[in-house]
């Protein structure tokens, strides 16, 4: 059976939907989760999606998939801007990484502008809202499928 596809998503952002709408859309994370496994099903990949509030546990998530996925698409919320441990981790996964956000981080707080995971990743979605995930798994769909 083919390798799923991991969908990790870090800190605050099982707050989706409930408040700054104006940033982050008024979808739910459940629904980016619906739209993603929609996109996904359409190309024939399976997805592992999860969330957590925890740095340690999205590094021991990226371990795991590093064994069990054929890629990684990662939201890692505000750790993006402050992970060297997660930007270890995706390098040790040695699998494709595509770096997802949902508000255009470059038009935001200086804070906000530098990734440490870009570093790991393919390539970088933002400012697309839900629908930069269904981007993710189109990218991942093709750099699968070039292999
Ligand atoms: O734009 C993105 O997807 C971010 O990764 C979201 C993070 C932020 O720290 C990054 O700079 C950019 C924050 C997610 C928090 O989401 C919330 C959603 C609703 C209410 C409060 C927080």
Redesign the pocket.
Known sequence: MAKPVYVLN????N??????PE??GSESLDDVRARTLEKAGQLGLEIEFRQSNREGELVDWIQEAGGKASALIV????Y??TSVAILDALLAADIPCIE????N?FQ?EDF?QHSFLSQASLGVI?GFGAQGYEFAVEAVAGRLSDK
Do not use: K, Q, W
């Not at 870090?10 to 952002?13: I, Q, S």
């Not at 707050?15 to 700054?20: M, N, Q």
């Not at 997802?100 to 508000?103: C, E, P």
């Open positions: 870090g800190p605050n952002l707050l989706l939907g409930s408040r700054e940033i982050y939201n890692a919320g505000a993006t801007h997802v956000h949902l508000s981080i935001r906000r933002c």
